[in-house]
């Protein structure tokens, strides 16, 4: 499975993976997705929001467990980010019928769609129509970078738009959901663990700084009559650190803007974007509110007008307890328990069904990049560990 899904949407020259929703690398996963499901003799199925659905059993039947991740990726992403949650997933399956498991309850294996939010910007798109955090008229208004809106992405993919929207009924038959992740860290890796179980997800949002200057020519203007936003941008970049530090948290300008963007031309505007993410709220305002007194002050010093929005945020997201509980119970009861800064599916479905998530351990911490990876063998012990949670919650 792994070698058929490798090569879809990966860039020659970088390596790392395009895998953009609606697109056609999008497309060919789909297609190996549902290649996959009809193999097994799973009743295949997508819904109202372009997720892809792979049951075992009857999927009208209500307390289905359910296990799954994405497929798609931010732009050069690594291979495991998704994909090895879903590859687990048919895997966990293929072992469990080798075991001779009997189902007691129906058994689904999903793709969400558009969880990285790489093409219109925002992350979980088909979880959180599904969940109803999403509207219609919200995703109607989604647009990506070349101005085409997610129902026209939708329709030139096959898909028709005018259903999405959310999906009370479908989740009120879910028992349970368990996704499945590679870290996107190295807690497993200091530890010595090869499996490990989400506590929650970070609470974590997005700013856009925008330093107002004012353009000027970079070879005849006087340093001291510059109002040049991009050393109040440079500035505040240190500062992110210096308070993400100070807190234990993270804090990332990863995303920047100029104009005019000329190289013998002093910036007008320098527009950046924050992701700042931490164990807890108040450490998050915290953080967030030091960074920005630190912009402002920065900026009133060089002469630069600074105006910040909050773009998004999520709140602190606990999995369920029992569930959490149950799954280290099926596990020995020694699998460590750990919480994550990244964003899931499973943490946005967790509002409407039990949900939880095991991690798969990642040696170098590194993901969203092309050198994200994990073992073989680490691998091996998420399918199994994943067959023994699906076991213990469908089979009982």
Not at 98 to 126: H, Q, S, W, Y
Not at 255 to 284: C, F, H, M, Y
Request: proline content about 5%.
């Amino acid at each position: 499975m792994w070698a058929d899904l490798a090569p879809i949407g990966r860039n020659p020259e970088t390596r790392g993976y395009r895998r953009y929703a609606w697109t056609a690398a999008d497309t060919d996963c789909r297609a190996w997705f549902r290649a996959q499901a009809e193999t097994r003799g799973l009743t295949y199925e997508t819904d109202r929001n372009g997720n892809q659905w792979a049951w075992l059993g009857d999927p009208t039947a209500p307390g289905a467990v359910v296990t799954g991740s994405h497929l798609d990726s931010v732009p050069d992403g690594g291979a495991f980010d998704g994909p090895l949650g879903v590859v687990s997933s048919f895997a966990a399956l293929d072992e469990l019928r080798r075991r001779g498991a009997e189902f007691t309850r129906p058994l689904a294996i999903t793709n969400f769609g558009d969880e990285e939010g790489a093409r219109f910007g925002l992350a979980c798109v088909g979880s959180r129509l599904a969940a109803g955090q999403l509207t219609r008229e919200a995703a109607y208004g989604l647009r990506d970078g070349d101005g085409v809106s997610l129902p026209q992405a939708m329709e030139a993919a096959g898909y028709d738009p005018s259903t999405i929207g959310p999906d009370p009924e479908r989740l009120a038959r879910i028992g349970a959901f368990v996704e499945l992740h590679v870290e996107q860290g190295r807690a497993l890796d200091l530890s010595g663990d090869r499996v490990g179980i989400a506590s929650a997800i970070w609470p974590h949002g997005r700013w856009r700084f925008d330093f107002h200057g004012e353009a000027n020519h970079a070879g005849t203007t006087r340093l001291v009559d510059r109002r040049d936003p991009m050393l109040t941008y440079a500035q505040t970049v240190l500062a992110a650190r210096r308070e993400a530090e100070l807190a234990g948290a993270v804090a990332t300008f990863g995303k920047i803007a100029v104009e005019p963007n000329a190289v013998n031309a002093i910036p007008s505007l320098v527009r950046g974007w924050l992701d700042s993410r931490a164990p807890d709220q108040a450490t998050l305002d915290t953080v967030t509110a030091g960074i920005e007194r630190s912009a402002r002050e920065y900026a009133d010093r060089h002469g630069v007008d600074l105006t910040v929005v909050q773009e998004s945020f999520t709140p602190v997201i606990e999995f369920e307890h029992a569930l959490r509980d149950e799954l280290n119970k099926i596990l020995g009861g020694t699998v460590p328990v750990l919480g994550t800064g990244a964003g899931h599916d499973a943490g946005i479905l967790s509002g409407s069904i039990p949900t939880a998530m095991l991690f798969v351990r990642n040696p170098t911490g590194v993901s969203h990049s092309p050198a994200e990876f994990a073992a073989e063998d680490d691998c091996v012990a998420g399918v199994l560990a994943l067959a023994d949670v699906l076991e213990g919650l469908a089979c009982r």
